[in-house]
């Protein structure tokens, strides 16, 4: 049975069963991923089938998950680390920098340390404070670091054999919002790249780039275009580092407009960074200036305002008219 | 009996151990009776119930190595005192005084052992066999680790406090998955037992019941801040609330760091999980050549701890037994200069890498902004005449 339709959530978790069948060096690290199977269920069932030696509960203690996988990692190990929420990685945010990333520099290249660090991410589930945030650019700024999300249940199934095959530190993204949208996957299937863009729209007249939880939206926004007459190119980001400027740019070539959509805030966020190289590379393409749509320079709201401070339908389409009004 | 225990709480009237109530001075500064030591700062040996056995097979040739090891790891170290002085090297962080402590610990370990030390284990690379001129290239600036750690089982320096404890932890529990015997020896000092990795450590090791053991230098000062703060118990007490023994050794006696690093790592081989070791020393020379201790200490403090010298200590020892003459010594001072002459010339060759180093090995598997960031800088270089910038 090739080609399942699953949710994106349980194409993660058969994703991470494929890898401890495959690998006898994976083992899975974190809270509760054990008997409760993890906070979202994505470990759920591995314990039972995999033993308490390969799906590991961790104290609780962050730095102290990813220190003692960076352990395992130069003992051999693949270890797969869950972070239970986006906004509880910072106490192993100085592991994640200062040692995971730069270990293998250091080494002279003489040690590898591919661990992979799972993160759910993102809002739009009406969650308590710390549970709603983006901050995957505090991790594409490190160099050392892959960063990557997916946006479909394929992609979270392919992506995620990917990352823990790769020999790399990866950040593996996880738009929790999008963990019960349904899709197919086909576990027989060629996988892409993991680090190249995706086109999950075709259009002419805009591009729209988002990546993992944005992605949906943004498709709604080019179906909403479509009904006003105006076609938008969606590109699905994938990997933000490293991150396809070539997909990008080729999109953009052809649409000469570009919008940038992401959760996270848009100050040094990840739109800026493509705003700034695609206006490198596209200067006498554009017919407008790169326009994104982000959070705001501000704590992530209380859940009741959420809906406000995420970009939505209305927003993401007003920046289209905008960028279209040049 | 000096090792703690959770299953042995006895009572202690010891002054080293005696409770002291908020607000009172914390007893951390005071060696106190709980110290384990096998000879005096004179270089008399005395017995010891619990760890005479750990050192029983040392024959005097074992010892003179020990000694030798000290002294040449000391010459090495004043060797790149003064290179830094020359400025040859842009820092060094000298091991003066823990001589003890790193050669005792260090020749406690098997060769399949692994070690990760902080930046200033010196001694201890010594005895792992890594090449001692290795160790400059990071403060010389050529590179930021420089050597394979799986040469000689020995992790690079690692400058972030306390980080590398946690490696240690989930290394040794990748020894116990294995199935292996071995032990893993994590270095850390009184400083970093304050953070936050050093205790998560703790906890990790004593749930998962880790093959490894802490090697704490108390070395009394983390850059200018003394003992007092950081802690209000001996360091090694904190052991016994995360359920595993604690020991304090005085670690400018290197006969006693051997034995109790031996006991510690036989400990953790047999399935017995974690030791704090902490080793009661003292940092004879500056924090690195960049600190000015006259700042935040006393002479008379250094010159206390002088008479403690974990050389002199062991030499006397040898010469009262009769164990060393005057030609191995003598020997050994040639010995001395020839390395002291051989780092010279080693480090005063070392290479400056190739511009382009910059971005090798940044990944495993590739990036495409570093190759691309690697193609334009090697253009702009070739866009100078002669085909370099300066």
Redesign the interface.
Known sequence: MAVQTLPLAKALNESLRKALETDPKV?IMGLDVGKLGGVFRITDGLQKDFGE?RVID??L?E??I????????????R?VVEIQFDGFVF?AY??IV??LA???????????V?VVIRIPYGGGIGAVEHHSESPESLFAHV??L?VVTPATPSDAYWMLQQAIQ???PVIFFEPKRRYWDKGEVDTDAIPGEL?KARVAREGTDLTLVAYGPMVKTCLEVAAAAAEEGKSLEVVDLRSI????FDTIQASVEKTRRLVVVHEAPVFFGSGAEIAARITERCFYHLEAPVLRVGGYHAPYPPARLEEEYLPGLDRVLDAVDRALAY | MTVESTAARKPRRSAGTKRTSAGSTPDTAGAGPELVQLLTPEGKRVKNADYDKYVADVTPDELRGLYRDMVLTRRFDAEATSLQRQGELGLWASLLGQEAAQIGSGRALRDDDYVFPTYREHGVAWCRGVDPTNLLGMFRGV????????SNNF??Y?I?LG?Q???????????S??GADSAVLAYFGDGASSQ??VN??F??SA?YNAPVVFFCQNNQWAISEPIEKQTRVPLYQRARGFGFPGVRVDGNDVLACLAVTRAALERARHGEGPTLVEAFTYRMAAHTTSDDPTRYRRDAEREEWEAKDPILRLRAYLENEGHADAAFFEELETESEALGKHVREVVRAMPVPEHMAIF??????G????DEERAQFAAYQASFTGGEAE
């Open positions: 083992v030696d961790t104290p203690a730095s102290g990813v220190g003692t996988a960076i352990g395992l990692a130069l003992r051999g190990y270890p106490p100085d592991q200062t040692q730069k270990m293998r520099a250091r080494s002279l290249g003489a040690v590898k591919p160099a050392g892959k790769s020999d790399d680090h580092s490293p991150l396809d | 590179n930021n680790g420089g050597w394979d750690p799986n992790h690079l690692t972030v980080s404890t946690l490696h240690a932890t989930g290394y040794a529990m990748g020894v998955k294995d936050g990795d998560e450590s906890v990790f749930v090798d090995n940044v990944y495993a598997d990036h495409a902004l570093v």
